[in-house]
């Protein structure tokens, strides 16, 4: 076998249709076109979900929710991913370096969910009313 004489196997490629080439042809006239109208035309089409002038299904549709654009400098944090950190002293550094809140985050904040057993100083991190509550129970403080 050569490259030179690879070809698509028989029967794989259809003939190109040769358009408005006479009645005979069987393409001939409207060219496959149908008659009239705006898909007739040359150049005639219209853009993805335009329905003939009719209110389109997405403009119909109500709008829904609303996307906040200071979420993603908010965090969250578990009572129980407090836990987990090692330091004594708990800021906003050493939850991004344990990957508890992401790396872009710009204040963090403590909820009530889960426990936690050991005294630790939050510094710089807000907390919920029930958080707060529990850490103060376990030995621990908020510096603000």
């Not at 006479?22 to 219209?46: D, I, L, M, P």
């Not at 335009?50 to 654009?69: A, I």
């Amino acid at each position: 076998m050569r490259l030179n004489t690879l070809q698509p196997a028989p029967g794989s490629r259809r003939p190109r249709l040769r358009v408005g080439r006479g009645a005979s042809a069987g393409q001939g006239k409207t060219s496959g076109r149908g008659v009239k109208g705006q898909r007739a035309r040359k150049g005639g089409y219209h853009k993805v979900g335009f329905e003939g002038g009719q209110m389109p299904l997405q403009r119909r549709m109500p709008k829904v929710g609303f996307r906040s654009k200071i979420k993603a400098s908010r965090a969250e944090v578990r009572l129980s991913e407090l836990a987990k950190i090692d330091a004594a002293v708990i800021d906003l550094e050493s939850l991004k370096k344990a990957n508890v809140v992401p790396v872009f985050a710009e204040q963090a904040k403590v909820v009530l969910s889960g426990a936690i057993k050991r005294a630790v100083t939050l510094k710089g991190i807000a907390a919920t009313k029930g958080a707060r509550a529990a850490i103060e129970a376990a030995g621990g403080k908020l510096e603000t």
